[in-house]
């Protein structure tokens, strides 16, 4: 067995299905080529400690069997929580060196937190020889991002396990890879952070007031993301943007997209990309066109000249994993 491993786990960026999937719906969602990187060393004395810059979190160190007790510096959350949520599913003597490096900015919305969670649920796996499946893995994962944020649906953690493309359930009821041959995605970074749980908190509060207003855009959405599934398992890709236009317009309709979001999305639309959409919770971060290779160069250019910065992303890459 190992006493020090190094992980990795791929960001994710959502294809469709967002907001609806946190209330028992299917989206669509594929792991991209950024990848979240943890060093995790198991020690002699029983001491938690913990290094991720990119995340403001320096020479963070307390007794492992404080983990969750005391005060948890924001950065530190989902580290913190994965390894107690491990050690009480698994229990282990040794103290735990963490350190972790993201290929990405926090700010894009990629999922750096669920990554990071996902690689140290992996290192423990590996270290103390539990070698859990993926689901297992998932399972704590998720468990870990509920206990911080309170809700979410758990595609960010299926994607950094999995990696690939799913079609994924709430809760993780449904995790199915899809052979994706093609997924040719620009991605505009609006330059807005955007907060998940604050913005789902506006999509409930407006489900409080309108019920079946709300209830009747996720069900679309459900209808949408079958459509889509198939869509892209035939590598059609016309019906498959098509789809994400009808997607932008609910998202628009549960009242999470922006103005700078949008002239991003109507840019690459006129720039001949096949759709168009938000991609994540909204209200800011990321968008994402899909376009023939013809259009690439036209649609970043129209993404740009709306304010966007395109960021280049590999799709559909492998899920979370060892490295050498
Ligand atoms: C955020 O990236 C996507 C949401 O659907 C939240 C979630 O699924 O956890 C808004």
Redesign the pocket.
Known sequence: MYKKIRISAPGKL?LL??????YNRP?LVTAVGQRMRATVELTDDATFSLEAPDVKVTSYSKPMSELGISEVPKGAQFVELAVKNFLEKYPFTDGLKVTTQSEFSSQF?F?SSSASTVCVVKALSELTGKNLSNKELFDLAYKTVLDVQG??????VAAGIYGGCLYFVTGGKVIEPLVVKELPLIVGYSGIKAD?VT??NQ?KAKAMKYPEFIESLYTEVAKLVEKAKSALLDNDLVTFGELMNFNQGLLESMGVGIFKLSAMIYGARDGGAYGAKL????GG?CMIALASPDKTQAVKQAISAAGGQVIEVETNVEGVRVEV
Not at 279 to 282: I, P, Q, R
Request: aromatic share 4%; hydrophobic share 35%; glycine share 28%.
């Open positions: 959502m299905g967002e907001h609806a999937v946190v989206c919305g999922g809700k979410g649906s758990g595609f960010d998940t913005l789902m999509v991609s994540g919770a909204g971060d």
